[in-house]
C-alpha cells in the first residue's frame, strides 16, 4: 500500500508545471506551523508567445499545511494579459492544459486551461480545481483580446485550432 502511495505521490507532484511565485499575504494566524496564505503567481502562456496570466490561490496552513499534508480549498482568481506581440507556437484544442499545480498531496490539482473565441479573436483562459473523486464547481475566467503589437498585425487565434 505504501508503495502505491509513493508512486502516485511522485506522479501528482511530476505533472506540476513551474510557476512564478510573486508574493503572498497572511490571512489567517496558526499558533503551530505555518499561517494560512493567499498567494499571487505568474505564468507565461507556453504555447502562445505575449501572453501572461497571474493567479491567486488559497494555501492551508497549520501543522499538516506546514507537513504539505493539508488540502487547500479549491478558490482561485485569474487575470491574463497580452505583454507582447502574439506568437503561436502550433495548433491547439479548445480546453488545452496550459499549468497546472498540486493543491493535495493527493487527488486535487489547480488546472489553467485555453480555449479561442474565434469570432471575437479573443482567447480564454479558465481556472478550476479538481478531484479525483469529486470536481469542485469554483472556476474563474480570464480573456485576452489579440491585438496588433508595435506594428505587427494580430494573428487570428482560430487560425490555430486542431
Not at 490571512?27 to 505575449?50: C, M, Q, S, W, Y
Not at 481556472?127 to 485576452?144: M, Q, R
Request: with cysteine; glycine share 10%; aromatic share 8%.
Amino acid at each position: 500500500m505504501l508503495k502505491w502511495l509513493l508512486v502516485i505521490l511522485a506522479v501528482s507532484v511530476g505533472t506540476a508545471q513551474a510557476d512564478d511565485r510573486i508574493f503572498d499575504v497572511d490571512t489567517a494566524f496558526k499558533l503551530l506551523g505555518r499561517n494560512h496564505k493567499i498567494a499571487a503567481f505568474g505564468i507565461d502562456d507556453p504555447l502562445v508567445e505575449g501572453v501572461t496570466c497571474h493567479f491567486s490561490a488559497a494555501e492551508t496552513g497549520g501543522i499538516k499545511g506546514s507537513l504539505g499534508l493539508a488540502e487547500d480549498t479549491s478558490d482561485a482568481s485569474i487575470a491574463c494579459r497580452q505583454v507582447g506581440p502574439i506568437k503561436f507556437a502550433r495548433k491547439f484544442r479548445q480546453g488545452d492544459e496550459v499549468f497546472q499545480k498540486s493543491r493535495s498531496l493527493l487527488f486535487k490539482t489547480l488546472n489553467i486551461v485555453r480555449g479561442c473565441d474565434a469570432k471575437r479573436n479573443v482567447l480564454i483562459y479558465l481556472v478550476y480545481s479538481d478531484k479525483l473523486i469529486e470536481g469542485s464547481p469554483k472556476n474563474a475566467i480570464s480573456t485576452v483580446p489579440v491585438q496588433p503589437w508595435g506594428g505587427l498585425e494580430a494573428p487570428r487565434c482560430g487560425d490555430f485550432l486542431r
